[in-house]
């Protein structure tokens, strides 16, 4: 049930006519004035003719108007938690108390003047004028001055009139696009409270008998999140005239239009993680419609309920099956543009779903009262989460084959982008197993920072570069498509060596030859996963080739879009792979993989995009551990070492790389600083991170040397409290006493003659002068 918001409209002095069927010629025939008299963000009809011309993609619409009862509901007492979770439990939200049914009935149900529009023409009717010497006060009832239709804004039903021998009428709730909504009571059922709303317009009797042929289909409808049907009926007007109903479950709560308009004054709209854990709940109802054939067509924030304990959507007037033709009803703002040409399909749900995250979650600009196409680029809420942001216009994208192919397909990705939301706003990770890619096959940079302090161990000095080569052996990888006909045969291929995966591949394409029912010739993934084991074996050349005769069979799937992108880190072409991963990540916004692989990609270029994607991907899953090191080292880079630190301190104790983390920070807080930039807390610090690990650790006497080393060098210019540092005082003698004992404890390890002999006379250069 949709209500009006008294400032969402600045530019709509008018209200647009109730919902009606619109043709071509009807429209056509309405100049730009008499448009802007109409009320386009409401609920229409459009007509989609049972013909295909691409030359005429009418956005030609009806509007109606909808009127709405005060929240004035009395809350009825449970006891109940004051709060329940969305989005697999990330998001909390206030409880909404169950309501009295009777408290929700409006006192005056009366259609203002400026919502009144002629059913069949849509032009305004019942308007006040102010002609001749006597103002006219406008008539709720009467014909449209422009067609001749005979209309009413007066309850066609009253208090206490009995529909089917069934429904006590009890009063109006809400004024729709096909007029009034009416609260009933079930006498056969115990008094259940129900809601009756009319299929069609009163005044077109052809329409209604189509209307109740057509509707029956919905009383199979069943899903929680769904407002239940229970009946249709028809009860005669006053005229005699039968007037079909359609009999729903009486949904108490709040709509999500409503609770935006709680904040809608201060400008704010819901939070992002409170939005997306709504569309959470209602995208399974959108996909269980499409399971059956059907398009809802009409999403939005009014037609969405929040109850004690669940989501519903309501009002499924505008429901059809995908496809149809004829009169197709929806919201301008909301309504896909091409549905006009295509019909309803799970594309144009989609659409709707987007706008009405959108709607819900920023001030989208208006036009003559309907919400503009697209999004508002200067919107804050876009530029602090770019993932909710690809998302949203991956869902709005003018062309329907480049959204999302189904409610659940956007709603994956709309979990992954929600942890990575709520991730951001708690600063609590909440990492979660992606069902697209596998997870990262190893790790990259992790050693990179704190490498060159090898020098110690073996005499060499170590490159301290990130590697292409090193970045694609950990990426992950996307993961085989279940529908693909050669998916059984790549299963046992998955953890195999490449070498070992070409021969098995290999096998399998003759098996298949020499079976009569096998025919894996169509097979996508099967190629794909030999340019994956070229790639790994270092043929980039041929693994390119193959991939390009894939794709020019299939066409640039994202999945070869992934392997070109890699092909094209392997070669150094930075540019294209950076582009490649975007659009990727373009169509996966909820994943994490392209996201690291932006990231490595950006430090290998120089490319400041590296911070944004590294921080992204550590904030939401600590078990990326490429993405900890990659931030610490880009943190350090910048100059920020005290945050590198802090990346590296939120490295997980269980982690295998705990060790290299703690030494790596110990590295970044006194490693290519000078004297005059460390103080005696950075040397204590890095101290104790060491002093935390036993010293069988790798690269642990190093680290030591290194602390002691800094901490002497620094102690000629500053001075220093004399509490012990690694086992030695803080003093130029103890400090010389420390580092000898490292270097010669290193001495003793290393892998050469040569190396240890500079290692003892390193130790004997520093060694405290002896007084004896």
Known sequence: MAEALPNERENDRDEGPGTQPAGYAELAELSDDTMSTMRPMATQAVYRPNFFDDDEDSDALQHSGDTEPQDNTTAITRHMSP?????????????????????????????????RFCWNCGRPVGRSSNEGPVRK????????????????FLPQLNVGDIVADQYEIKGCIAHGGLGWVYLAFDKNVNDRPVVLKGLVHSGDAEAQAIAMAERQFLAEVTHPGIVKIYNFVEHEDKHGNPVGYIVMEYVGGTSLKQATLLKHHSQIRLPTAEAIGFMLEILPAMGYLHSLGLAYNDLK??????????????DLGAVSRINSFGYLYGTPGYQAPEIVRTGPTVASDIYTVGRTLAALTMRLPTKRGRYVDGLP???????????????????????PRRRFQSAEEMSSQLMGVLREVVAKDTGVPRPGLSTTFSPSRSTFGVDLLVAHTDVYLDGQVHSEKLTAQEIVKALQV????????????????????????????????????????????????????????????????????????LAERVGWRWRLVWFRAVSELLTADYDSATKHFTEVL????????????????????????????????????????????????TQSAE??????????DEVPATSRHFTTARLTSAVTLLSGRSTSEITEQHIRNAARRVEALPDTEPRVLQIRALVLGTAMDWLADNTASTNHILGFPFTEHGLRLGVEASLRSLARVAPTQAHRYALVDLANSVRPISTF
């Not at 993989?593 to 590296?610: H, M």
């Not at 100059?639 to 590296?648: E, I, N, P, S």
Request: some cysteine; overall charge negative; glycine content about 8%.
């Open 586 to 633: 373009d169509t996966l916004p909820g994943e994490l993989a392209p996201k690291i692989a932006l990231a490595a990609t950006a430090e290998l270029a120089g490319n400041s995009d590296r911070h944004k994607f590294y921080d992204t991907v550590w904030s939401t899953d600590h078990g990326v551990i490429s993405a900890g090191f990659g931030l610490a080292r």
């Open 377 to 399: 680029e200067d919107n804050p809420v876009l530029a602090e989460h770019d993932s909710f942001a690809r998302l949203l216009r991956r869902a709005i994208d003018p062309d």
């Open 639 to 648: 100059g920020d070492r005290d945050a590198a630190v802090r990346t590296l």
């Open 301 to 314: 924030p009014e037609n969405i309920m929040v109850t004690e304990d669940q989501l519903k959507i309501i």
């Open 478 to 549: 996307p993961l085989v498509d279940p529908t693909d006909v050669g998916a059984t045969v790549l299963s046992a291929t998955l953890l195999s060596h490449p070498v070992q995966t070409l021969d098995s591949l290999r096998a399998a394409r003759h098996g298949a030859l020499d079976s009569d029912g096998i025919d894996l010739s169509e097979s996508v993934e099967l190629p794909l996963m030999e340019v994956r084991a070229l790639l790994d074996l270092g043929d980039v050349a041929k693994a390119t080739r193959k991939l390009e005769d």
């Open 137 to 152: 006060k406008g008539q709720s009832e009467g014909w449209c001055p422009h067609c001749g239709s005979a209309y009413s």
């Open 83 to 115: 709060t329940r979770r969305l989005g697999g439990g990330l998001v909390e939200i206030p409880r909404v108390p169950a309501r009295d049914p009777l408290a929700a009935l409006m006192t005056d149900p009366v259609v203002a003047e400026s919502k």
